[in-house]
Nanobody, 121 residues
Framework: QLQASGGGLVQAGGSLRLSCAAS?????MGWFHQAPGKEREFVAA????????YYTDSVKGRFTISRDNAKNTVYLQMNSLKPEDTAVYYC???????????????????WGQGTQVTVSS
């Protein structure tokens, strides 16, 4: 249902853009990340219209989430990357409308396979 891409190895201060292509219509979509030994954590989310976006505090001002509904694709532009951003990044989507629980993994019923982001110091 969801296919994530765009991860890679980058130096601190660099940029990456992640993409997540959906095979069908999805409403609120989000990005989460999971570092080794840690739980999956919320990064950013965007409403169906794109008019509402949400970010965890640690990425505000550095990451931007956007979507192109004509392409059923959501993006995560990551700038000023830090070593602590290193993790597997997962995109998530839901098949129902509404933005509640956007920061919780349980708020989504579709998940991509994950893409590795590694930031070297």
């Amino acid at each position: 249902q969801l296919q994530a891409s765009g991860g890679g190895l980058v130096q601190a201060g660099g940029s990456l853009r992640l993409s997540c292509a959906a095979s069908g219509r999805t409403y609120t979509m989000g990005w989460f990340h999971q570092a080794p030994g840690k739980e999956r954590e919320f990064v950013a989310a965007i409403s169906w219209s794109g008019g509402s976006t949400y970010y965890t505090d640690s990425v505000k001002g550095r990451f931007t989430i956007s979507r192109d509904n004509a392409k059923n694709t959501v993006y995560l532009q990551m700038n000023s990357l830090k070593p602590e951003d290193t993790a597997v990044y997962y995109c998530a989507g839901r098949s129902y409308s509404g933005s509640s629980l956007y920061s919780m993994p349980s708020g989504y019923n579709y998940w991509g396979q994950g893409t590795q982001v590694t930031v070297s110091s």
